[in-house]
């Protein structure tokens, strides 16, 4: 999914019958996790063959992952959702041109997973969120055409560091490019000004870049692969509007 998210935001051709092939290949989603069960979603919509996708066997098996508490959660069987899981489920909705069933109770499950530092946490309860989760509540709560959280919005936009990109907590110190990218994409959706930042986050992206055209995830990475190039290219996108 990330190699087609990658080649989609270079404008380059996709490979779409090799692909579909590949697809066609995964037609029970009994089989797949949750995390595969939506990137399937996503990957018939980036060729545009939604409509050939099975829809109602990808949905049912997102369903299987429903919480008591109206979210979703990765995990089987868990007692809450996460934002996370949130954000992938509703994507794969959308992917797949389906409507989201109780959006209501999806909002209150991201409620109960907001932190007492005001960014939201990976489980209920935590004193400290997370930019990651974070990011994901703050763009499912976009979608599903809410007002703005701007405390959310607030407490990303505090994590984003003098060396240029943004942390993954209050206290990491170093900077790392999935929450470089998530944090652009939300405070973006949110309308919030990225210009004072822009130039110090462009350089941090640089940074990460080697000239095989890849991207590391942070400064401590020594392996560049298809899903932080990815990233990189989201940051890249949000930088340069």
Same mark, same amino acid.
């Not at 994507?91 to 209501?104: H, I, K, M, S, V």
């Given at each position: 999914?990330?190699?087609?998210? @990658?080649?989609?935001? $270079?404008?380059?051709?996709?490979? @779409?019958?090799?692909?579909?092939?590949? =697809?066609?290949?995964?037609? *029970?989603?009994?089989?797949?996790?949750?995390?595969?069960?939506?990137?399937?979603?996503?990957?018939?919509? *980036?060729?545009?063959?939604?409509?050939?996708?099975?829809?109602?066997? =990808?949905?049912?098996?997102? #369903?299987?992952?429903?919480?008591?508490?109206?979210?979703?959660?990765?995990?089987?069987?868990?007692?809450?959702? +996460?934002?996370?899981?949130?954000?992938?489920?509703?994507?794969?909705? #959308?992917?797949?041109?389906?409507?989201?069933?109780?959006?209501?109770? =999806?909002?209150? %499950?991201?409620?109960? $997973?907001?932190?007492? *530092?005001? &960014?939201?946490?990976?489980?209920?309860?935590?004193? +400290? &969120?997370?930019?990651?989760? +974070?990011? @994901?509540?703050?763009?499912?709560?976009?979608?599903?055409?809410?007002?703005?959280?701007?405390?959310?919005?607030?407490?990303?936009?505090?994590?984003?560091?003098?060396?240029?990109?943004? %942390?993954?907590?209050?206290?990491?110190?170093?900077?790392?490019?999935?929450?470089?990218? +998530? @944090?652009?994409?939300?405070?973006?959706?949110?309308?919030?000004?990225?210009?004072?930042?822009?130039?110090?986050? =462009?350089?941090?992206?640089?940074?990460?870049?080697?000239?095989?055209?890849?991207?590391?995830?942070?400064?401590? *990475?020594?392996?560049?692969?298809? #899903?932080?190039?990815?990233?990189?290219?989201?940051?890249?996108?949000?930088?340069?509007?």
């Amino acid at each position: 999914v990330f190699g087609l998210e @990658a080649l989609t935001a $270079l404008r380059r051709d996709l490979p @779409a019958p090799a692909v579909r092939r590949f =697809l066609e290949r995964h037609e *029970d989603p009994a089989e797949l996790d949750f995390v595969h069960t939506a990137c399937l979603a996503r990957c018939w919509a *980036d060729i545009g063959a939604a409509s050939d996708a099975p829809a109602q066997a =990808l949905l049912a098996r997102l #369903e299987s992952f429903r919480t008591p508490d109206g979210g979703y959660s990765p995990t089987d069987g868990a007692d809450h959702g +996460t934002a996370y899981g949130c954000f992938l489920a509703l994507g794969a909705y #959308e992917d797949l041109g389906a409507a989201l069933e109780n959006p209501d109770r =999806l909002l209150a %499950c991201l409620a109960t $997973l907001r932190a007492a *530092d005001g &960014g939201y946490g990976n489980r209920p309860g935590v004193p +400290t &969120g997370l930019t990651p989760p +974070t990011a @994901a509540a703050v763009t499912v709560q976009r979608r599903l055409s809410r007002p703005a959280d701007r405390e959310a919005a607030a407490w990303l936009r505090a994590r984003h560091l003098p060396a240029g990109g943004f %942390c993954a907590s209050p206290s990491t110190p170093m900077p790392d490019l999935l929450s470089t990218a +998530t @944090a652009l994409h939300a405070l973006a959706g949110a309308h919030a000004p990225l210009e004072p930042i822009r130039e110090p986050c =462009l350089d941090f992206v640089d940074s990460l870049w080697s000239n095989s055209g890849g991207f590391y995830g942070s400064w401590g *990475d020594d392996v560049q692969d298809c #899903e932080y190039t990815f990233y990189a290219l989201l940051a890249l996108g949000h930088l340069s509007l």
